[in-house]
């Protein structure tokens, strides 16, 4: 409990003035001077930390960032039909659709966190223009949808242009706002108002020029667009070639790389990052739900009619899909666990961790798809086994990106990772293990449902099945190979220490 | 920066030695104790806080709690047709089940509070056993439905208890596995094994009577499922008329009540509550996008026979669909500030102010079908008005009890609410103008919209335009209040202090 009160005394900021407030037996208000000081706090008594702003921020992106799986969802399959066209017609147009907008909502979300992690505190007018952001940042699938329907409408092109532009001068205006108030500010960095207005206004300025181009020619326009995005990349990376040509230091100590730098290893809040990836996985896992609560409850006519009045053998008809929800909300479920297990243990994500984490997170999205896949096809068949596969490649690269950000957690060095997990820490092999189970068993279940004469759907199912298993066994082989280790020492060297204190040193609670 | 780098650190907790574990330079583990000491850690390495695990639980316990208001928004309203059939319909079933089936996951939501205040550090084991509950409680408002859709069959029935009680047993497991470890325990609170196991069971076991009787006569099943969902409180009720009448005292002071005893101030984590409440608020405010991302992006062959090509002219026949879009998301995001407003002052949230949140939140989780309603039908029918006037009815009630929430807290006494909002607190009226807001404009939007001779609908979005104006009116006009209070007094005192400091004393950051 010591920590979650810790964390609502952290969230409770008054202006910072609780520790004056705390008891308001002994202030009657009784002097004018008191009370004058009690009006001053209360001109600031609107200032409030902005944990819980965000919190609800990251629960809408990660909700908008995954919405343009349902179209993808619910593209129904002929079960007659060729897997192959109906796979070309989806991966060509709905999944890379999917996959764009996700990273677009991923940037949003990206620039949010830049700009929050300067402005730390919120009154009421934040708020609201941070949920006007919020609105249009959630209309961007559509209209970038709108787009890939009609690539040569303008109209679609410049409805993202007109929503990214306003964005752009909604956060100038909260720039503007948090800095003719420095009680909003981020106390700790050095920062750069014109800096980080000259980055945030150079977006919507490219967005006007797209938009106006397109009248005339519209590949020229996606063109700025698509240079609108990575300019801050490219100006960092040129900044950073023309410092090593004139032979100054280039790679700056991680402590000194500041926020809106856009260098790799720039830091990034782990809450937000932990709350947007939250959300994604919770939003995944009970996706196909939505549809099982919608749409599986047959009617009372059609039970009559088809069923002969039996409900059992009406919900036999949906078992698949029954299937496909367990083994797509335990897959999410375990993979939400993994990343759970690798950040309990990385200090200082960095925004390169961010971006794979975004890249693993666009493919847990496509899970619950694999499954409907792989259950709804008929056994045995060759789009059975093209469905198993493509869910093996989605489940690998999932997995496959997760393994990644430890990767570069480990090369960030020293202050990136918990010692428990560093090269020398006990848990380096444990965590190598759990982050490594999933492409392993997609590598694993890929072969196997590609050799020929067996049913590919039961090997993945299988796999389903063991993994959390291989989860719990490796968890108890690590206990039980210290407990053995432990036994062995204290047969070696005595009874140094009889009696296990059952509290483990728990600290000041 | 301070608040969350507090909260990161809360959350980091292995085993709560992370004081030892520092400075992982100062310990090279070369001696043989230094490493047992290390090896004792490690085995307590896999505990870990369940901050992130609860809120993960929160994020998808929110989304199903709301699942089955898509049937309901999903239900095509005809032109022509008179509104009241199918209201009648909609009100009848559909409505009844999505409130049902909220508060049902609400119920299980608030069981998992229980738990997990009184676990407070899991494991991976633990981690896997929640899953399988959320897993579980996913699957609840799904055999609801059933229920709701085939009372007469046992089957629905029969599903849902078994669903309950795994739940239970699993919730039993969890209790028997944290109280077999104490370090996964909450260490200030006195706890009961037996009281609480016999709590979580007696649900599973009424089930299970449920289930059998449900054979033989299902009426009396029914009966015994509501009494399984209210024995504790009648348990409770009972106590404490039985401790009225032998004369004890019956009132306990706040801070005696502990967990698990069902009396109305037992204490709720206000993380708990504002994590499930963010989720609700997220996934309402974003219902209608999801809709307008899936379905209203033309067919291309469409747009040629219907609209002769032109794009614009096709996404006008939505724009209806976009206006409610705007409105709900604004209403919902308007409430979610009130909302964050209220409890930034609750300090201590007890079980009653948690069940009128989810009686908010029931009915938030209807402003999106509102918002549709009363864009969709033509104006000026008699259906519009009824629509308006069932709008203003939910708008009213969400917002009526959010202010109860307020009044339950304010009736708790001095240490539930901040001393900012109590009855001399300064920001006592604007508290209850803020709250009093969309209750009044429900009020008033309803009274204009039954007028004759008058477009409901107009009335009705009007209101939506003007109640984001008022909330920045009101903090506005506060300001200007205490400004000419602050200059009336400097004029009257003479100037006592010229410059007032930038940073009103942010205390060690």
Same mark, same amino acid.
């Given at each position: 409990?010591?920590?979650?009160?810790?964390?609502?005394?952290?969230?409770?900021?008054?202006?910072?003035?609780?520790?004056?407030?705390?008891?308001?037996?002994?202030?009657?208000?009784?002097?004018?001077?008191?009370?004058?000081?009690?009006?001053?706090?209360?001109?600031?008594?609107?200032?409030? %930390?902005?944990? *819980?702003? #965000?919190?609800?921020?990251?629960? !809408?992106?990660?909700?908008?960032?995954?919405?343009? /799986? =349902?179209? +993808?969802?619910?593209?129904?399959?002929?079960?007659?039909?060729?897997?192959?066209?109906?796979?070309?017609?989806?991966?060509?147009?709905?999944?890379?659709?999917?996959?764009?907008?996700?990273?677009?909502?991923?940037?949003?979300?990206?620039?949010?966190?830049?700009?929050?992690?300067?402005?730390?505190?919120?009154?009421?007018?934040?708020?609201?223009?941070?949920?006007?952001?919020?609105?249009?940042?959630?209309?961007?699938?559509?209209?970038?949808?709108?787009?890939?329907?009609?690539?040569?409408?303008?109209?679609?092109?410049?409805?993202?242009?007109?929503?990214?532009?306003?964005?752009?001068?909604?956060?100038?205006?909260?720039?503007?706002?948090?800095? %003719?108030?420095? *009680?909003? #500010?981020?106390?700790?960095?050095? !920062?750069?108002?014109?800096?980080?207005?000259?980055? /945030? =206004?150079? +977006?919507?300025?490219?967005?006007?020029?797209?938009?106006?181009?397109?009248?005339?020619?519209?590949?020229?326009?996606?063109?700025?667009?698509?240079?609108?995005?990575?300019?801050?990349?490219?100006?960092?990376?040129?900044?950073?070639?023309?410092?090593?040509?004139?032979?100054?230091?280039?790679?700056?100590?991680?402590?000194?790389?500041?926020?809106?730098?856009?260098?790799?290893?720039?830091?990034?809040?782990?809450?937000?990052?932990?709350?947007?990836?939250?959300?994604?996985?919770?939003?995944?896992?009970?996706?196909?739900?939505?549809?099982?609560?919608?749409?599986?409850?047959?009617?009372?006519?059609?039970?009559?009619?088809?069923?002969?009045?039996?409900?059992?053998?009406?919900?036999?008809?949906?078992?698949?899909?029954?299937?496909?929800?367990?083994?797509?909300?335990?897959?999410?479920?375990?993979?939400?666990?993994?990343?759970?297990?690798?950040?309990?243990?990385?200090?200082?994500?960095?925004?390169?961790?961010?971006?794979?984490?975004?890249?693993?997170?666009?493919?847990?999205?496509?899970?619950?798809?694999?499954?409907?896949?792989?259950?709804?096809?008929?056994?045995?068949?060759?789009?059975?086994?093209?469905?198993?596969?493509?869910?093996?490649?989605?489940?690998?690269?999932?997995?496959?990106?997760?393994?990644?950000?430890?990767?570069?957690?480990?090369?960030?060095?020293?202050?990136?990772?918990?010692?428990?997990?560093?090269?020398?820490?006990?848990?380096?092999?444990?965590?190598?293990?759990?982050?490594?189970?999933?492409?392993?068993?997609?590598?694993?279940?890929?072969?196997?449902?590609?050799?020929?004469?067996?049913?590919?759907?039961?090997?993945?199912?299988?796999?389903?099945?063991?993994?959390?298993?291989?989860?719990?066994?490796?968890?108890?082989?690590?206990?039980?190979?210290?407990?053995?280790?432990?036994?062995?020492?204290?047969?070696?060297?005595?009874?140094?220490?009889?009696?296990?204190?059952?509290?483990?040193?728990?600290?000041?609670?």
């Amino acid at each position: 409990m010591a920590g979650s009160e810790d964390a609502e005394r952290a969230r409770y900021h008054h202006g910072g003035d609780e520790e004056r407030e705390g008891d308001p037996g002994r202030r009657p208000a009784s002097s004018l001077s008191e009370s004058e000081a009690l009006l001053d706090k209360d001109e600031h008594s609107s200032t409030q %930390s902005s944990h *819980r702003l #965000l919190a609800y921020s990251d629960a !809408l992106i990660s909700i908008i960032a995954t919405v343009m /799986i =349902l179209p +993808v969802a619910h593209t129904k399959l002929e079960d007659d039909e060729e897997l192959h066209h109906n796979l070309e017609l989806l991966l060509t147009t709905k999944i890379a659709v999917y996959l764009m907008s996700f990273l677009l909502v991923s940037m949003a979300w990206s620039a949010h966190t830049r700009l929050f992690e300067v402005i730390t505190r919120v009154d009421d007018c934040l708020s609201l223009l941070n949920l006007a952001c919020m609105m249009l940042i959630t209309f961007l699938p559509y209209t970038f949808s709108l787009i890939a329907a009609f690539p040569d409408n303008i109209l679609g092109l410049n409805l993202f242009c007109a929503c990214v532009m306003m964005i752009g001068l909604m956060q100038a205006a909260v720039v503007l706002y948090g800095f %003719s108030h420095p *009680r909003f #500010l981020n106390e700790t960095h050095t !920062l750069h108002k014109r800096h980080i207005l000259k980055v /945030i =206004l150079r +977006v919507p300025l490219l967005c006007l020029i797209a938009a106006s181009v397109s009248f005339v020619c519209i590949p020229l326009s996606f063109v700025t667009l698509v240079f609108a995005v990575f300019l801050p990349y490219i100006s960092q990376s040129l900044k950073r070639c023309y410092r090593k040509l004139i032979g100054m230091q280039t790679a700056p100590p991680t402590d000194a790389v500041g926020h809106y730098s856009y260098h790799p290893w720039e830091p990034l809040s782990k809450e937000r990052l932990e709350g947007f990836t939250d959300g994604v996985y919770a939003i995944v896992a009970t996706l196909l739900i939505l549809d099982i609560c919608e749409d599986n409850i047959p009617e009372p006519s059609e039970l009559k009619d088809r069923f002969n009045g039996s409900l059992t053998v009406a919900l036999q008809e949906y078992g698949p899909n029954f299937l496909a929800y367990f083994g797509s909300f335990a897959t999410v479920g375990l993979l939400w666990c993994v990343h759970h297990s690798l950040f309990l243990h990385v200090v200082r994500p960095t925004r390169t961790m961010g971006l794979l984490n975004t890249f693993s997170l666009a493919f847990v999205g496509g899970l619950p798809l694999c499954y409907q896949l792989t259950h709804e096809l008929p056994q045995s068949s060759l789009n059975e086994r093209e469905a198993v596969q493509i869910s093996c490649v989605i489940l690998f690269l999932a997995g496959f990106f997760q393994l990644a950000i430890w990767v570069v957690a480990l090369a960030a060095g020293g202050g990136a990772l918990h010692p428990y997990v560093h090269y020398r820490g006990r848990n380096h092999a444990f965590m190598l293990a759990k982050l490594a189970l999933y492409p392993c068993a997609a590598l694993g279940t890929f072969c196997l449902a590609s050799a020929p004469g067996r049913s590919s759907a039961f090997v993945f199912h299988l796999m389903g099945v063991t993994v959390p298993l291989a989860f719990l066994v490796l968890r108890y082989a690590v206990q039980a190979w210290l407990a053995l280790l432990r036994l062995l020492r204290s047969k070696w060297e005595g009874p140094l220490r009889e009696s296990p204190t059952p509290y483990p040193v728990t600290g000041a609670t």
